[in-house]
């Protein structure tokens, strides 16, 4: 079945330091969405990459697609206290009905 | 809009009880999921529904039931409380799968239902 992985599953950073985030599938995405969940929050949408090899920045974070629509990264430059949470991506199959496999999640925990 | 809503917002049920967690959307969206997230997990999907009438499985649909008699509504039903079912429950709504070949729209998540099984 879809399964979708991310790594690492925990990260402490100093403030300041930066954060990196993997997610893969095991089957090739239509696309590719992040979402980020504050502690004790609902997940809120962040971006959605649907293009092969896509890359897309939102301020100090940057998304990128794999080439092969299987992987994906979330790269936040110079982490701040505000970046705590759970980054979540979530991957569509190529077919099928539209639901979103999430991965397990990357909880963030920035130290002042 | 006040976009999705869930209630309760906390529940403690012991096993074997029953109930229903409520889900309204107002922004007119076809799409509606549940999912259900374990500490320190992601989400999984229970139920989905693409519009009024129509209801499909996910990916750990036993032991949940759901109806879709309207485009807001979207209700969630636990039958026979089970320790196993403790979890934050979230509802969530996209607009529409999107046109074929491409993209799927956001899905916009409601509060969360923290449920506790004892």
């Known amino acids: 079945g879809q399964q979708v992985m991310q790594i690492p599953q925990y990260q402490h950073v100093q403030e300041g330091e930066d954060f990196t985030t993997y997610c893969n599938s095991s089957t090739t995405l239509s696309n590719i969405q992040w979402y980020k969940q504050r502690p004790g929050g609902h997940p809120v949408f962040l971006i959605q990459?649907?293009?092969?090899?896509e890359v897309k920045k939102q301020k100090r974070l940057t998304f990128q697609f794999g080439e092969a629509k299987k992987n994906s990264s979330l790269h936040i430059t110079a982490t701040q206290t505000t970046d705590v949470g759970t980054y979540f991506c979530a991957g569509k199959r190529r077919t099928g009905a539209n639901n979103l496999f999430f991965g397990t999640g990357t909880r963030l925990t920035v130290i002042p | 809009n006040a976009g999705v809503t869930q209630t309760p917002k906390f529940r403690i049920l012991k096993i074997g009880q029953s109930m229903t967690l409520q889900c309204t959307q107002d922004?007119?969206?076809?799409?509606m999921y549940w999912y259900r997230q374990d500490p320190g997990m992601g989400l999984k999907l229970i139920y989905y529904?693409?519009?009024?009438?129509?209801?499909d499985k996910g990916e750990v649909p036993n032991g949940y039931n759901v109806s879709r008699s309207t485009t807001e509504d979207f209700p969630l039903r636990l039958e026979l409380a089970a320790p196993s079912q403790t979890s934050v429950y979230f509802c969530?709504?996209?607009?529409?799968?999107?046109?074929?070949?491409?993209?799927?729209?956001?899905?916009?998540f409601g509060p969360g239902t923290r449920l506790t099984v004892l």
């Open positions: 922004m007119n969206h076809n799409y």
């Open positions: 529904s693409v519009g009024a009438g129509i209801t």
């Open positions: 969530a709504s996209s607009p529409n799968e999107g046109l074929a070949g491409g993209p799927p729209d956001t899905q916009y």
């Open positions: 990459l649907v293009k092969s090899g």
